[in-house]
């Protein structure tokens, strides 16, 4: 089974045979690769456009919010770059907020009982799950990421190695300003989720955004279970109908 096989298990066949037929064109195709890389959406999926499209909508609910973006699940960066793209194109000037991503970069550390389901689970859901080795590979584009956007003598980006259940704390520990506009939590597990919410949702100002993804997922009930825990359903959780397995809290 590919890896992208093991990573969509919602996908169904026919989708997994696109992505296959459109890597065969993207490959064979007369088209340059610095000109594959400059035209993407000539190779993009309506899935992928639709998520961007969020991410978009969701940056701009928390332009005015003081704070910085809180990225949990990196894998292989996509979406925390977009985040990272979308604040150099959206507030090219904002200096003062951040886009701070946490993985291990060695995929899921542990899964918990509250992650265990009671009939059919996800082949990712196992320790070493969404594995990817990207760290080194990300530290390359945020040099030329940092390259391609105004006031780049200041950081914008940084990248923690561990399991964020212990490196959260440790960054926190030594940023006591943080201000929070936005957590996005795709990590899908129990006990990441609530470390991260718990020690988040009292840094973020109200107005702040919690984007959360996979709940109300049967095969990925340790999130939802981290939301009702520590956030409550008092507040509306929100989601758009274009991009379904992304939800977000506004606080
Ligand atoms: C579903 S993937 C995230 C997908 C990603 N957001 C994207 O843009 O494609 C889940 C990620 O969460 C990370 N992860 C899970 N538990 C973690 C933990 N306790 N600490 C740090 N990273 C964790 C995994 O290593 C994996 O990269």
Known sequence: MSELRKATERSSEQELIWVDEMAEIYNNCSISLPEKLVNPSLFMRRQELSYLLADYEIFKLVQNIKGSV???????????????????????????????????????????????????????????????????????????????????HINKTSLIKGDLCITLPEYLEKNQHTLVSLVVLTVNLYEPTKTALSLLWPRIPKGGVIVIHSLNEEYYPGATKALLEVVGADYSIQTYPFAPNLAYVVK
């Not at 390359?140 to 956007?149: A, E, F, V």
């Open 70 to 152: 809180f990225y949990f699940g990196v894998y292989h960066g996509a979406g925390f770059m977009t985040f990272a793209n979308l604040a150099a194109a959206l507030e090219p000037y904002n200096h003062t907020r951040e886009i701070i991503g946490f993985d291990t970069f060695t995929g899921y550390p542990s899964i918990t009982q509250e992650d265990k389901t009671h009939g059919k689970q996800f082949q990712t859901l196992t320790e070493g799950g969404f594995y990817s080795d990207s760290l080194e590979l990300l530290n390359n584009i945020i040099y030329l990421y940092d390259r391609n956007r105004p006031l780049n």
